[in-house]
């Protein structure tokens, strides 16, 4: 049974940082794209980040660039989103979801086989 377990979610003040981690089991993790999701109240699931499988390729939302790092660790089938400098904007329930593709990484929802429960992140003062 596949299952990515997300973690890493709080309150923080506006400039804070946090770091989420997707923690995957029963699937061949290497062999899958990772991709960041978040959802906000009201709004529509955006994509926020994803990594390749090989971590050679990596999309950024426009919103995130420059400000969250995503990093992978096969040999611990885990993926990291490093998010500095958040803004209230930020504020979402954040999902991990995996992929199997050979190449590369889709921003799309709708390419993700395999979802997380979701970790929230609030950034208020």
């Known amino acids: 049974q596949v299952q990515l377990v997300e973690s890493g979610g709080g309150s923080v003040q506006p400039g804070g940082s946090l770091r989420l981690t997707c923690a995957a089991s029963g699937l061949a993790f290497n062999a899958y794209a990772i991709a960041w999701f978040r959802q906000a109240p009201g709004k529509e699931r955006e994509a926020v980040s994803c990594?390749?499988?090989?971590?050679?390729?990596?999309y950024y939302a426009d919103a995130v660039e420059g400000r969250f790092t995503i990093s992978r660790d096969n040999a611990k089938n885990t993926v990291f989103l490093q998010m500095n400098s958040l803004k209230p904007e930020d504020t979402a329930v954040y999902y991990c979801?995996?992929?199997?593709?050979?190449?590369?990484?889709?921003?799309?929802?709708?390419?993700?086989?395999?979802w997380g429960q979701g970790t929230q992140v609030s950034v208020s003062s």
């Open positions: 990594i390749g499988r090989s971590a050679t390729s990596t």
């Open positions: 979801a995996a992929d199997l593709r050979v190449i590369g990484c889709y921003s799309t929802s709708a390419a993700y086989d395999f």
